[in-house]
């Protein structure tokens, strides 16, 4: 997509694409389930109204705050010719990183994630407190996992956890006490997903971007072969813990349920994988990336069906 085509586009919509919106609708999947899934039922209409709103403001915000504190990074990538457009990319359905390509203002993009930030942050109190000092922990945590670029590879560990807090945080929502084993199930099934399914992937697209600009990401330092056995690995994790997590939910689930939980799992995180690791090719990595994404958003709706119908 050029320049003059960018330009073009409502400006709503540069404010979502700062925001990745679709991903992060997607997203809003995820702590959902973690809900369901902690109480066994549907919370109270007044919270489920207000979770999805804050949960859209969080989202809205922490992906908005990733480009902000990433804004010189883009900027020289952008200069060089990176984030192309128009690709079969899920974040770069709308456009990718408006704020360095120019199109939004670093004002404009301040008030946007500081005005969702609020609103979350709201949301969140009313909530349960605790929902609103994860909220304050997982912007911290974001904003120092984008300072790391340069630094090590690790960061990808605080991505993990970063990523897993929106779930924890809609748990507390519903259930002031939670079960701590429910917690540590929950949040090892997203940190695999995200690190195999998400993170390296993600990376995998922007590797000559990154090695052009000494980023220190793991396909960077561990190389595209060992990279994808890693993710492999990761993903193979979140499809076993996918069916320790139901089960150790109130919710009881039928042959039926499992298949359908075994077969997303297959097709969104295994298939793709597999076919990384024997092509170590960069549009199996964004094929990874697009299907991995859609993965929580299938259990949810298994759950979700498991509730209202049988």
Known sequence: MNDDAILTHPRLKLFLALSRTPHGV??????????????????ALVTTLLG?????AGYTAV???????????????????????????LDGVLVRHPLAKGVLTLPEGVLWAGGWALVAMVGAWLLNPVCFYIFLAGGLLE?????????????????????????????YAVN??????????LSGWIFFWEIGGQNIPNDWTDIEEDRRFKAKTIPVKLGLARAGMLALACLVAAFFLTFLLVW???LTFGMIHLLALAGSGVW?????????????????????????????????????FRLVIF
């Open 268 to 304: 969104l995180l295994l298939l793709p994988v597999l076919r990384l690791v024997e092509a170590n090719d960069r549009l199996q990595a964004m094929d990874l990336f697009n299907k991995a994404s859609h993965f929580p958003l299938s259990v949810f709706v298994v759950v979700f």
């Open 63 to 89: 992906y908005a705050l990733n480009d902000l504190v990433d804004y010189r990074t883009d900027r020289e990538k952008v200069r060089v010719g990176g984030y192309g457009d128009g690709e079969d990319y």
């Open 176 to 185: 002031p006490q939670p079960s701590i084993i429910f917690l540590i199930v």
């Open 248 to 250: 150790i939910s109130p």
């Open 26 to 43: 997607i997203d809003i999947a995820t702590p959902a389930l973690a809900a369901l899934l902690c109480l066994g039922h549907f919370p």
């Open 143 to 171: 904003a120092i996992y984008c300072l790391l670029l340069r630094v090590t590879p690790m960061r990808a560990l605080i991505n993990g956890i970063v990523k897993s807090l929106g779930a924890v945080a809609a748990v």
């Open 52 to 56: 999805a709103i804050t949960v859209f």
